[in-house]
C-alpha cells in the first residue's frame, strides 16, 4: 500500500496504490487518483507531481472505498514501506470521513530493511531497491512504490525466510 498525500495533513489523500500477492506472486495492482478534503501544499507536489487539476474530476475517498475494503481484513497482511505514514493516512482519511477503520495486519519494509541490510547508507525505499536490484521507474508514484515495496518483501522472504519476517508481522486496529 502506498498514499500520495496533498498536504501535511494525514487526511489529505490523494493517490492511493495496491499491489496485491498471493503465492509469492503479484496477481494484481489497484492504482487511483483522489480528489482530497484539503488544498494542495506546494512541497507535496513537488514531491509527487500532482497537483489539484490533476485531481479535479477524481473521485473522493469515500468513492474509492468500498472497491478496496475487502482487502482490509484481520487476517490480511498489508505491507508499506514506512507504515505508520500510510497505516495514519488510511487511518485519519476514514476517521475524517466518518468511515469505520478496519482491523488488519501490516508490515513495514523500512523495518525489515534496516534488520536485514544493516549497513545501507539509509533505508529509503529508492536506496534499498537499489541495494536488491528492484526496478524503481518513478519513486513517490504511488502505484510504482507500491509494487517495489512488494518486491522489498519478496525478496526478503526468499533470501531470509518467512520465519525471519514474520516477526515484524503487528496488528492494526
Known amino acids: 500500500m502506498d498514499f500520495e498525500t496533498a ?8 493517490s ?14 489497484f492504482y487511483t487518483l483522489i480528489k482530497p478534503d484539503t488544498e494542495f501544499f506546494w512541497r507535496n507536489v513537488q514531491i509527487h507531481g500532482i ?3 490533476d485531481v479535479a474530476d477524481a473521485p473522493d475517498f469515500p468513492t474509492v472505498w468500498p472497491h478496496i475494503a475487502s482487502l482490509f481484513t484481520p487476517n490480511q497482511l498489508v505491507i508499506a514501506h ?13 476517521n475524517h470521513f466518518g468511515l469505520t477503520a478496519p482491523s488488519y495486519l501490516t508490515l513495514d519494509t523500512v523495518k525489515t530493511s534496516r534488520q536485514f541490510l544493516p549497513l545501507l547508507a539509509n533505508h529509503k525505499l ?13 519513486h ?5 512504490d507500491s509494487l517495489a515495496c512488494a518486491n522489498i518483501l519478496l ?5 531470509f525466510g518467512q520465519a525471519a519476517i514474520e516477526p515484524f508481522i503487528r496488528p492494526v486496529r
Request: aromatic letters at 4%; charged letters at 20%; glycine letters at 4%.
Open 140 to 144: 513517490h508514484n504511488a502505484l510504482d
Open 126 to 138: 529508492n536506496t534499498v531497491c537499489d541495494a536488491l536490484g528492484i526496478s524503481l521507474e518513478h
Open 16 to 29: 492511493l496504490a495496491l499491489t496485491i500477492v498471493r503465492n509469492s506472486k503479484v496477481v494484481d495492482e
Open 155 to 159: 525478496s526478503e522472504t526468499n533470501t
Open 7 to 14: 498536504s501535511g495533513k494525514r487526511y489529505s489523500a490523494c
Open 51 to 53: 497537483h489539484e487539476a
Open 82 to 94: 514506512n507504515a505508520q505514514f500510510d497505516n495514519g493516512v488510511l487511518k485519519q482519511t476514514l
